[in-house]
């Protein structure tokens, strides 16, 4: 497994730290009464940019030299990774190009164009986005900074997780929403270096499974185009993150739309932070008759849940 | 000026500190640039029962002896209060009858039912509110806890400012909702005492300017009624929060429905947390163009806001 080690995880923790918010964590009694757990939430929805990205982004974006930085970059992203490297490319003063798929919320490309990013869209699904973004870093001559194959970003990922523990100490458990990895990769190496006994779940929607049939059957499978309301957990895993997710990840837990949408009304209410529904999955096995399966032999555990994000539409909620 | 002192201020913090949230003080660089300010969001949206007023409620039911607790708490809210005296009369273990205006928003009337607090609705007028909440207590035998007109309520709600202020060091100014005043009374005293120079600003409706009006005539106006959608904030201010105010107070703000639902959104889109319109008033006057006047000889003023509450309801939300 090649994957960043602890010293990279520290090293991008100082490089981002006096750029990014430290996040607070909270908590809700109501929540721990329904999910019968003390439950840890650690607000990356309260995030520049509203999401954990920018963590990997400015992570990547200010390793680069200056000749690099001065080429500026090109991604391709669902949305919040986009607006992320659109932010650290202005915060560094250079050009970023992005490729969004058509049907990315408009909220999120509108957040993109505000930091300046220039879009190209294309077709809704992996392969469209990837094909596109090379060609644009062909003609541009632009540094790649991929959403998630690429250790820079798990290393800056991995940073929540880290912030997280060294306000909770030991938890019994994280759980953390999955579409491409990396934001589960990384909380997985931050975290299983810190407490090695620690249990790591991906919460991935039913519609866009790839990440659980990967793991059961131990191949690379794709999501090659999802609807569910989950807007960002449309990509599927790289070789990379795979490689670090079979070797260190407890398990996956498929959520069903219904209960994405279940899990982001109570966050809303309870917790009063504003959660889309691709961070508030990782809420939802908590709350399912199955949860105690989970967590066979803790009663009452300690567990953390990583609040991705936080740019939703407010205009089109889904609550009925 | 009849007042709680510092020494009943910092008892009612080391009384209530364990039973309550150690809110964050969150911070937008967007926020920033628009206001022209160094903005520091207190998040009393996010403490338990989602606003401030669990802090003066806790501090004044759990000052009872026992023989008083046990007799009950009776008291008359729009709202937030009533929430609040249902939730520490449960962790105090003894009963809360609540008298409510019949247009409270729904969902916090349901707050109020889920604590235990048993409702009783009268019309939309302060004196309706006062007469039903002394009949109950005479029928009861309750002790009666007003949702202002108290020293330990005041006190209790000064704890949010001094929180904000050791976290902050010195501030240029501090804005606040005003309704019936214990907040903005407690903040007054609380920050005063910590940095005396400071300017201290209320932020009222226009629809609701008893506040407004009491200061500039020096008498106490009534606001005997109004439908500002500012809905904790129909209240008007008491015999005592009006002295404290009155030598206290650098000034207060009208601010327009228009403008309170403005700085609402702004708030949901840049700070991603869910803030109800009689909180988020305490943004708009920085956003209004007459904002610099506040401030006068201060470049980049640094300024403490209150967000006092996130009880909205989710499915009637004000945005066009």
């Known amino acids: 497994m090649a994957a960043p080690g602890w010293e990279k995880i520290q090293e991008a923790h100082r490089r981002i730290a006096p750029r ?93 164009e505000a930091y300046g990013g220039r879009i190209t869209f294309c077709e809704p699904t992996v392969s469209a986005r990837a094909e596109a973004a090379a060609r644009l870093q062909a003609e541009t001559g632009a540094v790649m900074i991929h959403p998630y194959d690429d250790d820079r970003i798990i290393a800056g990922q991995a940073t ?8 909770t100490g030991e938890l019994d458990a994280i759980l953390a929403p999955v579409s491409g990895g990396g934001l589960l990769s990384g909380t997985a190496l931050g975290a299983r270096h810190l407490y090695p006994g620690i249990r790591l779940y991906g919460c991935e929607p039913a519609k866009a499974d790839d990440a659980y049939r990967s793991l059961q059957t131990g191949r690379l499978e794709a999501t090659e185009s999802s609807d569910t309301i989950a807007d960002g957990l449309r990509a599927s895993l790289a070789p990379r993150t795979f490689a670090i997710l079979r070797e260190l990840l407890t398990g996956i837990v498929l959520v069903s739309e219904e209960e994405i949408i279940g899990a982001m009304e109570l966050i809303w209410e309870r917790l009063k932070v504003i959660t889309e ?20 032999h803790t009663a009452r555990p300690r567990v953390g849940i990583i609040l991705s994000g936080g740019n939703v539409d407010l205009r089109a909620l889904p609550f009925k």
Chains 1, 2 share one sequence.
């Open 20 to 112: 990014i918010h430290r996040t607070p964590v909270l908590r809700s009694a109501t929540l721990d009464a329904l999910s019968g757990a003390s439950l840890f939430f650690k607000c990356e929805n309260l995030q520049k940019t509203g999401s954990f990205k920018i963590r990997g982004a400015s992570n990547a974006i200010f390793s680069l030299s200056d000749e690099e930085a001065s080429r500026g970059i090109v991604t391709h992203s669902s949305g919040n990774h986009a607006a992320a490297v659109s932010c650290a490319a202005a915060w560094r003063g250079v050009p970023a190009w992005i490729v969004m798929p058509r049907n990315a919320p408009a909220v999120k490309s509108k957040a993109v």
């Open 160 to 167: 929540a997780a880290v912030e997280l523990l060294e306000e």
């Open 277 to 296: 529904p691709s961070s508030a999955i990782a809420l939802a096995p908590l709350l399912a008759a199955g949860a105690r399966s989970l967590f066979e």
